[in-house]
């Protein structure tokens, strides 16, 4: 099936700093979201993006999806923006296997006050 | 709101005691799935249906039932629950397959 890699796996940063968190997947795909999992455990979606550039306030995300990866970007962090970050793909073709996401094993990020 | 709403929150249980965990949307999507969450694993598909009568195996699917009588409902059934089920449980639903998924607020079981 198709691998997500998200890299970096953790990163700590002082409030007010810029991120960027990166999903690498292995095969062509015609889904991919990005996640946000707070400290209660929920999952967010924050963007739908299989392909082209999206901004939503200080997130945006880029996805490439000729090069099979995707980006996510953090501006003036917060420490409100704490937890993991997921990247999830639906591939393109499931070669008979399960339908739905494959997820990435995320990234955890710690923004300090 | 349009949400997806799973139940319980939590849930503690014993082995062997056979549950339910309901699973509910209000988008009027076709497609369900049941995914758990593991330390180190991450998130993986147990279950999906793709409408009502049809669901289908997931990469995880030992050990569970699920069962789509109607669109909005897609429950995942542990009939005899073991240990190595305790996780954290979202149900997701979406227009299609690869549509976007929106999660419910999952639920934390612990079997013992």
């Given at each position: 099936g198709i691998q997500v890699e998200q890299s970096p796996p953790d990163l700590i940063l002082q409030e007010g700093a810029n991120s960027t968190l990166r999903c690498n997947f292995s095969d062509s795909v015609n889904n991919l979201q990005?996640?946000?999992q707070n400290p209660w455990g929920q999952l967010i979606n924050l963007f739908y993006i299989p392909s082209g550039t999206k901004q939503n306030g200080r997130l945006s995300a880029t996805t490439v999806a000729t090069e099979r990866y995707s980006l996510l970007y953090i501006s003036s962090s917060q420490t409100t923006d704490s937890?993991?970050?997921?990247?999830?793909?639906?591939?393109?073709?499931?070669g008979?296997?399960?339908d739905g996401l494959t997820f990435g094993k995320g990234t955890h990020l710690i923004i300090q006050p | 709101e349009a949400q997806v709403t799973q139940n319980p929150r939590y849930l503690i249980t014993v082995t062997g005691k056979k549950l339910t965990v309901t699973c509910s949307q209000?988008?009027?999507?076709?497609?369900?799935?049941?995914?758990?969450?593991?330390?180190?694993?991450g998130l993986r598909q147990i279950y999906y249906s793709m409408n009502?009568?049809?669901?289908?195996?997931g990469d995880v699917p030992e050990g569970y039932k699920v069962s789509r009588k109607e669109k909005r409902n897609f429950p995942l059934i542990l009939e005899s629950p073991s240990p190595n089920q305790t996780?954290?449980?979202?149900?997701?639903?979406?227009?299609?397959?690869?549509?976007?998924?929106?999660?419910g607020?999952?639920?934390r079981l612990t079997v013992v």
């Amino acid at each position: 099936g198709i691998q997500v890699e998200q890299s970096p796996p953790d990163l700590i940063l002082q409030e007010g700093a810029n991120s960027t968190l990166r999903c690498n997947f292995s095969d062509s795909v015609n889904n991919l979201q990005w996640f946000h999992q707070n400290p209660w455990g929920q999952l967010i979606n924050l963007f739908y993006i299989p392909s082209g550039t999206k901004q939503n306030g200080r997130l945006s995300a880029t996805t490439v999806a000729t090069e099979r990866y995707s980006l996510l970007y953090i501006s003036s962090s917060q420490t409100t923006d704490s937890g993991v970050y997921f990247c999830a793909v639906g591939a393109l073709y499931s070669g008979g296997g399960a339908d739905g996401l494959t997820f990435g094993k995320g990234t955890h990020l710690i923004i300090q006050p | 709101e349009a949400q997806v709403t799973q139940n319980p929150r939590y849930l503690i249980t014993v082995t062997g005691k056979k549950l339910t965990v309901t699973c509910s949307q209000n988008m009027n999507h076709e497609y369900m799935s049941w995914y758990r969450q593991d330390p180190g694993l991450g998130l993986r598909q147990i279950y999906y249906s793709m409408n009502v009568e049809v669901t289908d195996k997931g990469d995880v699917p030992e050990g569970y039932k699920v069962s789509r009588k109607e669109k909005r409902n897609f429950p995942l059934i542990l009939e005899s629950p073991s240990p190595n089920q305790t996780s954290l449980y979202f149900c997701a639903s979406s227009f299609g397959g690869n549509t976007e998924a929106f999660f419910g607020q999952g639920t934390r079981l612990t079997v013992v």
